[in-house]
């Protein structure tokens, strides 16, 4: 059964009921309408045994507040329990989240001498980078491993990004324009997972817990 007036639609499920709030018009015509529908409607089967409500919001965002005040006006029903609220709109912090994970390309092998591998966003290496291999990406390299052979991160121009590696012995380092040949810039041997990055127009290497000064972003990552 389907109960259709103006902005919202009741339809029944096999689960019990499904609330389709209209995404065009205001909050405020939602909620007096939601209050009308669920005070004066007639109809029985908004009475009776407790019915599951999911509640179907399309491509509008709401508040915690105002999610608080629907499930008010449905709970004026006793017999009516909010289930779900569901939403076709995310949060910045999720779209964020979204992105990375379609952009993050974990890779588990070898790369050898003579081979290339090439990635569009922040690569993750679980393995070695043998002298004469290379890797590319136009975002971060990060590889919990060897890097013995040649590595380019931000390959697009973006001098923001990273390359850190578990032990760190490459025969060139390039981060969006700028290169580096060890060890022109550093001579130490360091055992420690370390990285490099772009600042004041050269090349430096930092000790991996270092990152969060240099790039608080990644910084928050438990390495």
Same mark, same amino acid.
């Given at each position: 059964?389907?109960?259709?007036?103006?902005?919202?639609?009741?339809?029944?499920?096999?689960?019990?009921?499904?609330?389709?709030?209209?995404?065009?018009?205001?909050?405020?015509?939602?909620?007096?309408?939601?209050?009308?529908?669920?005070?004066?409607?007639?109809?029985?089967?908004?009475?009776?045994?407790?019915?599951?409500?999911?509640?179907?919001?399309?491509?509008?965002y709401l508040t915690e507040e105002q999610r608080v005040t629907l499930m008010e006006i449905v709970g004026r029903r006793g017999n009516l329990l909010v289930k779900s609220i569901d939403t %076709?709109? $995310?949060?910045?912090?999720? @779209?964020? !989240?979204?992105?990375?994970?379609?952009?993050?390309?974990?890779? =588990?092998? #070898?790369?050898?001498?003579?081979?290339?591998?090439?990635?569009?966003?922040?690569?993750?290496?679980?393995?070695?980078?043998?002298?004469g291999g290379f890797v590319s990406c136009t975002g971060n390299i990060l590889i919990f491993g060897s890097l013995r052979g040649s590595a380019h991160a931000g390959c697009e121009g973006k001098?923001?990004?990273?390359?850190?590696?578990?032990?760190? %012995?490459? $025969?060139?380092?390039?981060? @969006?324009? !700028?290169?580096?040949?060890?060890?022109?810039?550093?001579?130490? =041997?360091? #055992?420690?997972?370390?990285?490099?990055?772009?600042?004041?127009?050269?090349?430096?290497?930092?000790?991996?817990?270092?990152?969060?000064?240099?790039?608080?972003?990644?910084?928050?990552?438990?390495?």
């Amino acid at each position: 059964m389907t109960i259709t007036k103006r902005n919202i639609v009741i339809k029944g499920t096999k689960d019990g009921l499904a609330f389709y709030l209209d995404d065009t018009c205001s909050l405020q015509e939602l909620f007096d309408e939601l209050e009308e529908k669920i005070e004066y409607n007639p109809q029985q089967f908004l009475t009776g045994p407790v019915i599951p409500i999911s509640i179907k919001l399309g491509k509008r965002y709401l508040t915690e507040e105002q999610r608080v005040t629907l499930m008010e006006i449905v709970g004026r029903r006793g017999n009516l329990l909010v289930k779900s609220i569901d939403t %076709d709109v $995310i949060t910045k912090q999720e @779209a964020l !989240i979204d992105k990375l994970s379609s952009q993050v390309k974990i890779v =588990t092998r #070898t790369v050898r001498s003579g081979q290339v591998l090439e990635h569009a966003g922040d690569l993750l290496l679980l393995g070695d980078v043998n002298p004469g291999g290379f890797v590319s990406c136009t975002g971060n390299i990060l590889i919990f491993g060897s890097l013995r052979g040649s590595a380019h991160a931000g390959c697009e121009g973006k001098e923001e990004c990273i390359i850190a590696a578990l032990e760190m %012995d490459p $025969i060139q380092l390039r981060i @969006a324009n !700028i290169i580096s040949r060890p060890p022109d810039e550093w001579m130490d =041997t360091i #055992t420690e997972m370390e990285f490099a990055y772009i600042t004041e127009g050269r090349m430096a290497i930092e000790k991996i817990n270092q990152l969060y000064k240099v790039r608080p972003d990644l910084g928050q990552i438990t390495w």
